[in-house]
Structures are given as structure tokens and as C-alpha cells.
């Protein structure tokens, strides 16, 4: 289950020079995606298995309609009446920077702070899915999800995520109906 | 009020941002060169950096102790790179960035005697919604840094604090603050 979002933000812009209308599918995008999640994952104890390490990965699911749709209006980009039949998807090309920290933490249950409590992120990773546009043609890496994997260490409760995502790609419309 | 946060450490980047039809950026140089005295001009300004403060939980207590920051970068810097006015002209004018969009990014990036600490919330420091361009022409979104919500449990003490703010804006040549409707005939 995706981590609850407490406050986004996002900036579009054309990574190239706008292309003229004839050409707009083919416009290339930089998308930033930033914004704090609450999370909850606690080490297993004082005593715990694993020397008192939990791992757990986090799906982030970040707002991407709202930039899109900014960006075709503001830019004028010609495009499908958006809806069910046409809805606007970000296709990541081979480039993107993601990034992801823990953003807050404490010492669960007790009134101490334990100096063998620990915490840490391990890994952060762009999830893509596969599938086709409305007019049939393939889009193989739409952006699914930020995951996000973490580490907490006996009494430490990780409670905050952040991220800041840079991605580039192209704005693709998926019949979703 | 917010905490002001001294940076210790910052960069930026600063480069032409494509811009909707109709604000067309076309020279006498050819299409696609940048104008740098047309106002309408889009520009995608970067600003990182790092910085140092102070905030202290309550000892005495088991509760959160929350409080705002503020970090304000320096864009005069970028600005003055790429404007071809100057960093401030006649009569207190300075350059400023008026926003389009923004994606501000904040991380704790020192805390000592770690009991808890979260960082909750950023936004954009407000805005200043009076502010007049050297013409006369309203600016009302004019960067002013960012706020930034943080909390520490008993003994925690943040130290650091880190920034990675993304805006889309253009570039004005700052009047004198309006700080009062004009009065009325």
C-alpha cells in the first residue's frame, strides 16, 4: 500500500525547445516531483531477530496528472480529449535522478534514547509499468512509483519519508477505459 | 516567526526554459536563441545548499517541540548571470524571480543527542502580494525562500538543515514594496 503523501509539489518544463504542434508527441519533458510521506516501520526490539534490523520497501505514488495537464495547457500542446478514453501518463526515457530520505524518526515506547537504535534508507528506485497508448502504440516505462526501501534498527520508528524526484520522458495517453 | 537558517554552503544553476506560444523568444539572431531582455522569458533556476541552526527539544518534557524555519537562498547571484539589467539599478530597484512553479525540497542533515526528530512540511516562504515591477506591473509571486516545519523529541537538537529547491519563474527588475493600497479621491 502507497505511503500517504502529507504535502507535494511539482515543476514541468519542456527539456528541449517546444517542437511545433505537428511534432508535440514526440516533446520531450523534465518533471520534478517533491514532497514527505508518513511511514511506519519499527526495528524488532532491544532483543530482536536480526540484530534488531527491519526492512521493509515503501511505495511512493507522487500526483502526475495534475503537472501533465498543467503542462498541456500552459503549453498549448495539442492532445486527445482527456478523460477514460485518453488519460495522460508520464513515459520515462532512459534518464532519471530519484532521490529519498528518511525525514523523521524516534525512539518507540520508551523515554530514552537508545544508542544502539539506528535507522537508514538502503535504496530508492523508479518503478515503471508497460503498456500501450491510446492510439495502440507502446509505452514501456510509464511511471508507476518511487519504492523506497528502509531500515530501522531495536526502538527506532521511522515516521517520515521525503523524496525529490527528476524525471525526463514524454507525455503519452492510455485508453484506460 | 520563522527561525532563519544560516547557510553555510550554497550553489545554483540557471538556464533558459522554453516558453508557451505567444511569448515568443525569437530574435534577430534566429529562432531558439535566448532573449535576455525580454521579460516574457522563462528560466528553470536550481538552488542547493546546506545550512546550520540550533532547535532544541524540550528535556523536560515527553511531548514534540515544533517550529518553523526559513531558508533563503541567494538568487541574486543566478539572476545577475544571466539578466542584462543590472543586480540593482535606479532608484532601489533589484532583480527578483517572479514564480510560475515551484518544487522546493528540504532534509534534516545534522541532529545531536537524537531522541526524534521529523521534518513535516516545506512550502514557499509567503509571498509578497503588493510587489510592483519597475514598470508599475504587479509581481505577486516573487520568490522569497522557503519554510520549512520541523520537530524534535526531548533531547534531539537539529543542527543542519539541507534544501534543493527547483523553480520555474522569470526574471523582473523589483519597484519599491507597495505597502499600501493607494489612497482613496
Known amino acids: 500500500m502507497a505511503l500517504d503523501i502529507i504535502g507535494q509539489n511539482w515543476l514541468i518544463v519542456p527539456a528541449t525547445p517546444l517542437l511545433p504542434a505537428s511534432e508535440s508527441s514526440n516533446q520531450e519533458w523534465l518533471l520534478t516531483l517533491t514532497g514527505v510521506c508518513e511511514a511506519t516501520l519499527t526495528g524488532t526490539g532491544l532483543e530482536g531477530a536480526n540484530n534488531g534490523w527491519r526492512t521493509q520497501s515503501f511505495p511512493i505514488v507522487p500526483d502526475v496528472q495534475s503537472p501533465l495537464k498543467f503542462a498541456l495547457n500552459f503549453y498549448g500542446i495539442p492532445h486527445p480529449v482527456l478523460g477514460p478514453g485518453a488519460l495522460p501518463v508520464f513515459n520515462l526515457g532512459p534518464d532519471s535522478a530519484p532521490f529519498a530520505t528518511v525525514s523523521g524518526e524516534f525512539n518507540g515506547g520508551v523515554d530514552f534514547a537508545d544508542p544502539e537504535s539506528a535507522f537508514a534508507p538502503t535504496s530508492w528506485e523508479v518503478g515503471t509499468a508497460q503498456s500501450t497508448d491510446y492510439q495502440g502504440n507502446p509505452a514501456n516505462q510509464v511511471f508507476d512509483e518511487l519504492s523506497v526501501t528502509l531500515n530501522a534498527r531495536r526502538l527506532d520508528s521511522i515516521n517520515r519519508v521525503s523524496y525529490n524526484l527528476t524525471l525526463r520522458g514524454q507525455i503519452v495517453f492510455l485508453n484506460e477505459s | ?185
Open chain 2, 1 to 185: 516567526m520563522a527561525i532563519p537558517v544560516n547557510l553555510t554552503g550554497q550553489n545554483w544553476l540557471i538556464t533558459p526554459a522554453a516558453n508557451p506560444p505567444g511569448t515568443a523568444t525569437v530574435t534577430a539572431a534566429g529562432a531558439g536563441v535566448v532573449n535576455r531582455g525580454n521579460p516574457d522569458q522563462l528560466w528553470l533556476l536550481v538552488l542547493t545548499g546546506v545550512g546550520t541552526l540550533e532547535f532544541a527539544g524540550n528535556t523536560g518534557t515527553n511531548d514534540w517541540l515544533s517550529e518553523t524555519v526559513r531558508i533563503v537562498p541567494d538568487v541574486l547571484a543566478p539572476l545577475a548571470s544571466v539578466s542584462s539589467s543590472p543586480v540593482l539599478g535606479l532608484a532601489g530597484t533589484q532583480l527578483a524571480f517572479n514564480l510560475v512553479l515551484w518544487a522546493p525540497f528540504a532534509a534534516i542533515s545534522g541532529v545531536a543527542g537524537n531522541d526524534g526528530f521529523a521534518l513535516s512540511d516545506w512550502r514557499p516562504t509567503p509571498f509578497i502580494p503588493t510587489l510592483l515591477d519597475s514598470s508599475g506591473k504587479s509581481v505577486p509571486q516573487v520568490f522569497q525562500g522557503i519554510d520549512v516545519d520541523l520537530g524534535v523529541l526531548r533531547t534531539s537538537v537539529i543542527t543542519g538543515v539541507s534544501y534543493n529547491i527547483t523553480l520555474l519563474g522569470r526574471i523582473v527588475q523589483l519597484g519599491k514594496p507597495v505597502f499600501a493600497p493607494p489612497a482613496s479621491r
